[in-house]
């Protein structure tokens, strides 16, 4: 089931918006969806919460009040990882829809072919990271994993922990290097080795200022020195080139 969140403060703009959506889903009658209406950005944010978030987000940016930059920070620091779209009616905010890493950033009036194109790619990183997992084997047996869920993994002693949106998750005794048992979450473009003992997740990152890199929980993490440098530019490359599937 995709739940889908449309927020808009003009409600003929905000019922066109619903009815194309409806129309994507009506269009791929294997995709199941759900569509919710809000008209503004503490609607949304208060149903986010209290409904565990939405898959995709399709918002308007300027809205009173809370713009939906704002609430796009808003959903990332609740560690909302859905797929944020933004339309609009303005040039001046694509820089920012990249700082709370939107999707895809469309001008109204939005052209159904468009939008359709820009949905099927995010369908379709949606079901790339809902297949994507690892595996860990814990002292009460294997674990899996979502890769989207975990944050950062460090080496703790002689066993991998890993931090997720959900909890921290502890491997049994390692018996190979870091870098070895890293391998999996390596393969992913998501993760980056920052050092000997640590993994961080490019989707969980919302900046990097010096050696400092920030979470989208509002926790920071200390970069070793010789890695700080590439592992900014790394973290940039990664958001840039997140829409090229399209």
Known sequence: MLRIAVCDDEQKQLN???????????????????????????ALLARAEDAGG????????????????DTGRR?????????????????????????????????????????????NGAVNKLNRRRSNAVVVTTADGPRRILLERIRYVERVGRVMRYYC????????????????????LLADRRFCLCGASFVLNFQHVTGVNG???????????TLPRTVATDFKKAWGNYWLTEGDEL
Request: proline share 3%; glycine share 6%.
């Open 16 to 42: 066109q918006t619903a009815a194309l959506l409806h129309t994507y889903l009506q269009s791929h009658p294997s995709l199941k969806g759900q569509i919710e209406t809000f008209r503004s950005g503490r």
């Open 165 to 184: 949106t959900d909890g921290t998750v502890d491997s049994q005794t390692i018996r190979v290097t870091f870098r070895e048992m890293s391998a999996p």
């Open 75 to 119: 959903l990332r620091a609740l560690g909302e990882g859905g797929e944020i779209v933004y339309l609009t009616s303005s040039n001046d905010f694509a820089a920012d829809s990249y700082d709370v890493r939107a999707f895809f950033y469309l001008l109204k009036p939005v052209e159904e072919n468009k939008l359709f194109q820009v949905l």
């Open 54 to 69: 939405f898959d995709l987000y399709v918002m308007d940016i300027l809205m009173p009040e809370l713009s939906g930059i």
């Open 211 to 221: 050696r400092t890199a920030l979470l989208d929980n509002g926790q920071t993490v």
